[in-house]
């Protein structure tokens, strides 16, 4: 299995940017898809991005294209999201998470993936 720690939130003003990492541990870090999901009080996880193994294709939630970058260095163990251009209604937890299922699928849904990481806040003041 992997264990995996966000890191990087924090409170940002609206237009500004953060960079969020997950530090992976455990298992052959390559061999996971990776995701990041966030969690607005009252509201449910949702998908925001995610990436290959080989980090070769990345996904993104319409909400956040254009804005954040998925990123991952599989010889560090990490995973990257860029926030940049941010807007209050970002303002969630946000979760990493991955996936050790053979074929990376079903991506923006949270049953995908069988790891996740405890979370880092992000506050974006207007």
């Known amino acids: 299995q992997v264990q995996l720690v966000e890191s990087g939130g924090g409170l940002v003003q609206a237009g500004g940017s953060l960079r969020l990492s997950c530090a992976a541990s455990?298992?052959?870090?390559?061999?996971?898809?990776m995701g990041w999901f966030r969690q607005a009080l009252g509201k449910e996880r949702e998908f925001v991005a995610a990436i290959t193994r080989t980090g070769g294709t990345t996904y993104y939630a319409d909400s956040v294209k254009g804005r954040f970058t998925i990123s991952r260095d599989n010889a560090m163990y990490r995973a990257y999201l860029q926030m940049n251009s941010l807007k209050p209604e970002d303002t969630a937890v946000y979760y990493c998470?991955?996936?050790?299922?053979?074929?990376?699928?079903?991506?923006?849904?949270?049953?995908?993936?069988?790891?996740w990481g405890q979370g880092t806040q992000v506050t974006v003041s207007s």
């Open positions: 455990g298992r052959t870090f390559r061999n996971y898809g």
């Open positions: 998470a991955a996936d050790s299922a053979p074929i990376f699928t079903g991506i923006s849904a949270k049953e995908t993936y069988n790891y």
